[in-house]
């Protein structure tokens, strides 16, 4: 399934930056940020919404302070490529405690796997109770992560 990008103009990109920075701002902040008045502003937002472009606000955890200090990319590679066989694997995976993300990727391995554990032995029962005990999983190889950075928001592109 092909997804066809939308137009966007400069208050759309405005609004949408501003969110990524900060998604607890008033409707009113917003609208003075991106120079528009306040009705207008939550109309933009609706319309943003409504089609799909932004879809949830989360909050941002420090890991350390909620006792998962360790974090771990586990490159999955599989034995075996049937949808059915995938599908329930990415079902299964995701809902693990400690998956934070999981990347369908191209390359040597099939999926990346982003993991938060309290330490080296709780990675090291994931790995092997969680991942190399299913048998649709050929390998993993498990890095891990000193530092995570994070870009503040997606930047407009002007590739065309």
């Not at 969110?19 to 528009?36: C, K, P």
């Not at 009705?39 to 879809?55: D, P, Y």
């Not at 771990?72 to 995701?94: K, N, P, Q, S, Y």
């Not at 000193?146 to 928001?153: D, I, K, M, Q, V």
Request: proline fraction near 3%; avoid cysteine; glycine fraction near 4%.
């Amino acid at each position: 399934m092909k997804t066809i990008p939308m137009e966007f103009d400069a208050v759309d990109w405005a609004i949408l930056g501003v969110l990524q920075h900060d998604a607890r701002i008033t409707n009113r902040e917003l609208a003075d940020r991106v120079g528009l008045s306040p009705s207008a502003s939550l109309a933009r937002v609706k319309s943003l919404r409504e089609r799909g472009v932004i879809t949830g606000y989360a909050a941002e955890l420090d890991l350390a302070r909620i006792g998962l200090p360790l974090q771990a990319i586990v490159a999955i590679r599989l034995g075996t490529h049937h949808r059915e066989t995938i599908d329930r694997f990415v079902a299964e995976v995701v809902q693990l405690d400690e998956t934070l993300d999981l990347f369908h990727v191209t390359g040597e391995a099939d999926y990346l796997l982003h993991l938060a554990v309290t330490d080296p032995e709780h990675l090291r029962n994931v790995v092997l109770d969680a991942l190399t005990s299913r048998p649709e999983i050929a390998q993993v190889t498990t890095s891990l992560v000193f530092e995570h950075h994070r870009s503040a928001a997606v930047k407009r592109t002007t590739r065309r």
